[in-house]
């Protein structure tokens, strides 16, 4: 508890610097106060900002459709698997990708589909034209989905995999006495036992659903441009730490944190509407 409000909670004052005009060598007490100055930003349509929201949102929807059932697949897959040894040789691989940092798997990402790495350089080897992935704005969406479904879906899997693992097996065994296939029994009985733990996760998950990977796109930000890549994070960063905007850099990300509460709150308040329990009950 005291690790927590020390550096949970009491960080959160400093959110104070949004309603000024902070400068780093005058501190908390001395910033001349502005108001809401700082969230002018938000209302008075910056290019900029603009470009960084849109960017967010699409990133967001994205990964809530293609990175958030990925684990829940893998799991139902893995659990499918009839020998239980190539289950866990599997399992040990899909999350071994989890422990690596991002400057590492951007590294490995670049070796491998950069326009020197080792595809493009057997393309070149067989007479082929070279096909750059790597540093290409139409494809950076689809790159930093694929990075994160590699980094991170093993590891979710072990949640569903847990849950999976929890349900009454009698009742595969009456399933299957009924008649039931593996996909059925998967549609009646797996899904819905796993139901509460994915209404659980989306709704942390859009909590946290305008922070789509700072440290992973901050390092392929320069290769394809800030068009592209310039997210509300990257914003706050590129303005705030870069640019010396401290209150407007604050204030984005004061505004994203209250968005991120507010959805919890609306997203919690749809599951119990559909008898879920969610993340608490009210």
């Given at each position: 508890?005291?690790?927590?409000?020390?550096?949970?909670?009491?960080?959160?004052?400093?959110?104070?610097?949004?309603?000024?005009?902070?400068?780093?060598?005058?501190?908390?007490?001395?910033?001349?106060?502005?108001?809401?100055?700082?969230?002018?930003?938000?209302?008075?349509?910056?290019?900029?900002?603009?470009?960084?929201?849109?960017?967010?949102?699409?990133?967001?929807?994205?990964?809530?459709?293609?990175?958030?059932?990925?684990?829940?697949?893998?799991?139902?897959?893995?659990?499918?698997?009839?020998?239980?040894?190539?289950?866990?040789?599997?399992?040990?691989?899909?999350?071994?990708?989890?422990?690596?940092?991002?400057?590492?798997?951007?590294?490995?990402?670049?070796?491998?589909?950069?326009?020197?790495?080792?595809?493009?350089?057997?393309?070149?080897?067989?007479?082929?034209?070279?096909?750059?992935?790597?540093?290409?704005?139409?494809?950076?969406?689809?790159?930093?989905?694929?990075?994160?479904?590699?980094?991170?879906?093993?590891?979710?899997?072990?949640?569903?995999?847990?849950?999976?693992?929890?349900?009454?097996?009698?009742?595969?065994?009456?399933?299957?006495?009924?008649?039931?296939?593996?996909?059925?029994?998967?549609?009646?009985?797996?899904?819905?036992?796993?139901?509460?733990?994915?209404?659980?996760?989306?709704?942390?998950?859009?909590?946290?659903?305008?922070?789509?990977?700072?440290?992973q796109i901050i390092?392929?930000q320069t290769a394809?441009?800030?068009?592209?890549?310039?997210?509300?994070?990257?914003?706050?960063?590129?303005?705030?730490?870069?640019?010396?905007?401290?209150?407007?850099?604050?204030?984005?990300?004061?505004?994203?944190?209250?968005?991120?509460?507010?959805?919890?709150?609306?997203?919690?308040?749809?599951?119990?509407?559909?008898?879920?329990?969610?993340?608490?009950?009210?």
């Amino acid at each position: 508890m005291l690790i927590i409000l020390a550096f949970q909670y009491y960080p959160l004052l400093g959110n104070v610097i949004a309603f000024q005009d902070y400068q780093p060598y005058l501190g908390i007490d001395k910033s001349l106060w502005v108001g809401l100055d700082n969230f002018r930003i938000l209302v008075d349509g910056d290019p900029a900002f603009l470009n960084a929201l849109v960017n967010t949102l699409i990133l967001t929807l994205i990964q809530v459709v293609f990175v958030f059932p990925a684990p829940i697949i893998l799991a139902i897959v893995l659990n499918n698997l009839v020998s239980g040894r190539l289950r866990q040789t599997v399992q040990s691989i899909v999350y071994l990708p989890h422990f690596l940092s991002w400057v590492i798997v951007v590294a490995i990402f670049q070796q491998m589909l950069g326009g020197a790495g080792m595809i493009n350089n057997w393309l070149r080897s067989t007479g082929m034209e070279p096909f750059h992935i790597i540093g290409n704005a139409d494809l950076f969406r689809a790159l930093l989905t694929s990075q994160v479904i590699w980094k991170d879906t093993g590891w979710t899997t072990i949640l569903f995999l847990a849950v999976i693992a929890g349900i009454d097996r009698s009742l595969y065994e009456a399933a299957s006495a009924d008649g039931a296939g593996r996909l059925r029994q998967m549609w009646h009985i797996t899904l819905p036992g796993m139901r509460p733990i994915i209404v659980l996760l989306l709704i942390l998950r859009l909590g946290d659903s305008l922070t789509v990977g700072f440290e992973q796109i901050i390092l392929q930000q320069t290769a394809v441009g800030t068009h592209v890549s310039e997210v509300l994070d990257t914003y706050v960063y590129n303005n705030g730490i870069i640019g010396g905007q401290w209150g407007v850099a604050a204030a984005v990300g004061l505004a994203k944190g209250v968005v991120g509460l507010l959805l919890v709150l609306g997203a919690n308040k749809l599951a119990h509407l559909f008898g879920e329990e969610g993340v608490y009950r009210a």
